[in-house]
């Protein structure tokens, strides 16, 4: 572990909640300086991440960097320890962009502005705590944290049915969190010694009966944030009644607390369980992409299409995690990534195409791209990196993560075909719901849009502009030069790889059924240990 001096980690989680404490004593009635400042805040937050990560994260590093431990509540055991490595780090650095420019986002916000902005910057520290916590109580107090700001930035700047999908938000991702609270308290009672230290945690070895007992348990949790079917069904409501800065970070920060908890715990703290869970993975993985997909298809909602089109995408991370690779593991890390800018860019352009037609109904627009030229170019180019075309970071994801499952030595040919075959169906359906969502809102017949006088008052506006090309040039810099994105955590997840495949040829040897079943290769034992280990330089040529 590499500690410094400065306490980094604490000053970036700690500087937006405090500056949120100054909103009320501001003076302001409008809510323009109000905007302003916490634009400030949002910029210094991002810089500040960007400068510490910059001058003092060691790329080629896999073990835990910027560790900083204090004690908070020894009565409870609780400490406050940060620490990031390649998992989290480009993660927090993902959080810091998309949620200052859900900020600048938020601009037209007239209702309440104080209560508004304090709660996007508390969200901002709750988000950037989760991913740096490195003791597993304050990892479940930072996740509790976020519920609350995101709750009331639904329910009181959504539509219509505003209160109910909050409160199914709340109840689901509440309800679900206990689970993490639960396994925190067995793995730190567990043994000798009682700890919330996720390092020690992990290096603790546990019977494979309560593995799996914790691994389901978190497994429920983090599938509800991810989300995984059936747990799902809280998102498409969420999105479709939230303002369209909180569907910006909803799509692009807060279900990859989900795919990173996953590696994180699930994978990284119980690797032998994971054997054991990774077929269910794939299978609903591929569930996920296939049921996303055809679900998005028969939406008329805008922002209800792009949510189940997040439920197929995250699929590719489930598949990618379960592929047992160094190259899948680092797919389900790309396409959390691209995701996160992908969707974040669509549900942005959502919310400024229905600042102008004052509608979500995609059967009541039509001929947009002659009234607003620039939102479609912008909104084109966002649909072709979801849909995966070739040049953009959703390509590179998804091809990284079939290329890791297909190199797998870990699963039996019939079950890769089948799981890949069903992914591809995915892949084709994507195409076909965005490709309509673009005829139907940007092309056709020209609707009459209310309370508009001049269409030249239509198109995007230069702050607009200015967000919009800020997620779509990383994501097309990713598509043409993915080593930019992956370089921060390749060391981390060939170290991640390394460990389940050492268990993975004893583990083989002592579940004979499980593999003869088909899910994994039944001559895994007898894979040379050389052979077996060369995955890493697989997925490094391809």
């Not at 104080?114 to 709660?119: G, K, M």
């Not at 709750?151 to 999908?165: N, Q």
């Not at 992908?342 to 037609?357: D, H, K, P, Q, S």
């Not at 309509?436 to 056709?444: A, D, E, I, K």
Request: charged share 10%; with cysteine.
């Amino acid at each position: 572990m590499l500690t410094i001096d400065f306490p980094w980690l604490t000053t970036i989680i700690l500087f937006p909640l405090l500056a949120a404490l100054v909103i009320p004593a501001l003076p302001d009635q409008e809510g323009k300086t109000i905007r302003l400042y916490t634009l400030g805040v949002g910029l210094i937050e991002l810089a500040l991440t960007l400068v510490a990560f910059g001058q003092n994260y060691d790329l080629n590093n896999p073990e835990l960097q910027l560790v900083e431990s204090y004690p908070w509540i020894p009565q409870l055991g609780l400490n406050w320890t940060l620490a990031v490595d390649g998992i989290s780090m480009p993660l927090i650095v993902l959080t810091a962009l998309v949620t200052t420019l859900a900020i600048a986002a938020g601009w037209n916000v007239t209702k309440k502005p104080r209560l508004f902005y304090a709660l996007m910057l508390v969200l901002y520290s709750a988000q950037i705590g989760v991913f740096a916590a490195g003791d597993m109580l304050l990892f479940f107090l930072m996740w509790e944290i976020e519920l609350v700001p995101v709750y009331l930035l639904i329910s009181i700047w959504g539509g219509e049915k505003r209160l109910y999908a909050a409160t199914k938000f709340i109840l689901y991702t509440a309800l679900a969190s206990i689970f993490i609270l639960v396994a925190a308290l067995a793995m730190a009672f567990y043994g000798d010694t009682i700890t919330f230290n996720m390092a020690e945690l992990s290096a603790k070895h546990y019977p494979i009966a309560l593995e799996l007992l914790l691994y389901a348990g978190l497994f429920i949790a983090f599938g509800v944030k991810l989300p995984i079917f059936p747990l799902h069904t809280w998102l498409p409501d969420a999105h479709g009644e939230a303002s369209a800065p909180v569907s910006m970070i909803l799509a692009g920060v807060l279900l990859k607390m989900g795919g990173y908890a996953l590696i994180r715990m699930n994978l990284e703290m119980l690797p032998n369980a994971h054997l054991y869970f990774a077929p269910v993975l794939a299978i609903l993985g591929v569930v996920n992409i296939v049921y996303g997909a055809l679900s998005a298809f028969g939406q008329d909602h805008l922002k209800r299409r792009l949510a189940y089109s997040s439920i197929s995408h995250m699929g590719f991370v489930l598949i990618g995690i379960a592929s047992l690779t160094e190259l899948g593991i680092s797919g389900a890390l790309l396409q959390m990534l691209s995701h996160g800018l992908i969707a974040a860019a669509l549900f942005f352009l959502a919310g400024v195409t229905y600042e102008r037609t004052h509608t979500l109904a995609m059967e009541k627009m039509g001929g947009l791209a002659k009234l607003m030229p620039k939102v479609f170019a912008l909104f084109t180019a966002g649909a072709m990196a979801s849909l995966a075309l070739p040049g953009m970071s959703g390509f590179v994801s998804e091809l990284t993560v079939f290329l890791g499952l297909s190199t797998s030595y870990a699963y039996s040919t019939p079950f890769k075909v089948v799981v890949i075959g069903l992914a591809a169906v995915g892949l084709i359906v994507t195409p076909i719901y965005l490709l309509s969502m673009l005829r139907q809102v940007f092309y056709g017949k020209v609707e009459p849009i209310a309370n508009v006088e001049a269409w030249e008052f239509l198109d995007a506006k230069p702050r607009e502009i200015a967000i919009a090309a800020c997620l779509l040039l990383p994501i097309i810099g990713i598509g043409l030069y993915p080593k930019a994105a992956t370089q921060t955590y390749d060391v981390k997840t060939t170290e991640v790889a390394a460990e389940v495949r050492n268990a993975l040829p004893i583990f083989a040897q002592q579940q004979d059924r499980l593999f003869s079943g088909g899910f994994f290769a039944p001559s895994i034992p007898r894979v040379d240990a050389q052979v077996l280990f060369s995955i890493t330089d697989i997925g490094k040529g391809a």
